[in-house]
């Protein structure tokens, strides 16, 4: 009787790991990241160039990134991964990600950021799609361009495997973020998708998305005008 319980228990816990509140939590911060992007690739002529944005194998967007310091400075914030598919280089369902990292000196403050990262080439998305991967520690990773286009720009920034940005108190500007670490987060996959999944597993096997996920699916893909026509 004894071991009946413990079982019904452990099978109850289990079903009820994931909580409505979990998945509603996950589902606002999916929809803050679609916002981010959207705003983000429409602000005139400050915008990612949109030919990185082509070009790109994976994108980063992590919302509301929270910077605070006083001798010692921390910063952790909650997002997303997306990778385009070799072969119709669609863009997958998100995968849950976390940026965590700190420094040294004397701080004093607190922000809030926006932070997009583009992964350049089939060697920074094979590293960022490990369980953990430290910026600038394991691969090259400078502060990207603003504006239209890089056509008639050749700095040798462009040769990095990822390209970050980030946006605070409305300016929005290129940013290297080395030394933060990005974790892949299994707890926010399995409030958004049911089960433990892995980055790897969401945006290589092409798992269906959720409703708030393909809204930011449908915000990488947007096209400008320009290229529209």
Same mark, same amino acid.
Request: glycine share 12%; hydrophobic share 40%; with cysteine.
């Given at each position: 009787?004894?071991?009946?319980?413990?079982?019904?228990?452990?099978?109850?816990?289990?079903?009820?790991?994931?909580?409505?509140?979990?998945?509603?939590?996950?589902?606002?911060?999916?929809?803050?990241?679609?916002?981010?992007?959207?705003?983000?690739?429409?602000?005139?002529?400050?915008?990612?160039?949109?030919?990185?944005?082509?070009?790109?194998?994976?994108?980063?967007?992590?919302?509301?990134?929270?910077?605070?310091?006083?001798?010692?400075?921390?910063?952790?914030?909650?997002?997303?991964?997306?990778?385009?598919?070799?072969?119709?280089?669609?863009?997958?369902?998100?995968?849950?990600?976390?940026?965590?990292?700190?420094?040294?000196?004397?701080?004093?403050?607190?922000?809030?950021?926006? #932070? #997009?990262?583009?992964?350049?080439?089939?060697?920074?998305?094979?590293?960022?799609?490990?369980?953990?991967?430290?910026?600038?520690?394991?691969?090259? #990773?400078?502060?990207?361009?603003?504006?239209?286009?890089?056509?008639?720009?050749?700095?040798?920034?462009?040769?990095?495997?990822?390209?970050?940005?980030?946006?605070?108190?409305?300016?929005?500007?290129?940013?290297?973020?080395k030394?933060a670490?990005?974790?892949q987060?299994?707890?926010?996959?399995?409030?958004?998708?049911?089960?433990?999944?892995?980055?790897?597993?969401?945006?290589?096997?092409?798992?269906?998305?959720?409703?708030?996920?393909?809204?930011?699916? #449908?915000?990488?893909?947007?096209?400008?005008?320009?290229?529209?026509?």
């Open positions: 009787m004894y071991k009946t319980i413990i079982g019904v228990l452990v099978f109850a816990s289990s079903v009820f790991a994931v909580s409505p509140k979990d998945r509603r939590e996950v589902d606002k911060r999916l929809n803050e990241a679609s916002v981010v992007f959207a705003e983000i690739m429409h602000a005139p002529d400050r915008g990612i160039p949109q030919d990185l944005l082509e070009k790109a194998h994976c994108a980063v967007i992590i919302p509301g990134v929270k910077k605070g310091a006083f001798i010692v400075g921390a910063q952790y914030g909650k997002g997303f991964i997306s990778c385009r598919g070799k072969s119709d280089r669609g863009w997958s369902a998100p995968a849950a990600i976390r940026i965590e990292g700190g420094s040294f000196g004397f701080q004093i403050g607190g922000s809030e950021t926006d #932070v #997009v990262m583009l992964v350049m080439n089939d060697r920074g998305a094979d590293r960022l799609l490990s369980s953990q991967f430290t910026l600038g520690g394991e691969g090259e #990773v400078a502060a990207g361009p603003v504006g239209r286009s890089t056509t008639a720009q050749t700095d040798a920034k462009f040769t990095a495997e990822i390209l970050s940005w980030a946006r605070a108190r409305g300016v929005f500007a290129g940013i290297a973020l030394g670490t990005l974790r987060d299994v707890d926010d996959n399995e409030a958004m998708y049911g089960k433990r999944l892995e980055t790897r597993d969401i945006v290589q096997t092409r798992i269906a998305p959720t409703a708030a996920g393909r809204k930011l699916m #449908v915000a990488l893909d947007r096209r400008s005008p320009r290229e529209k026509s």
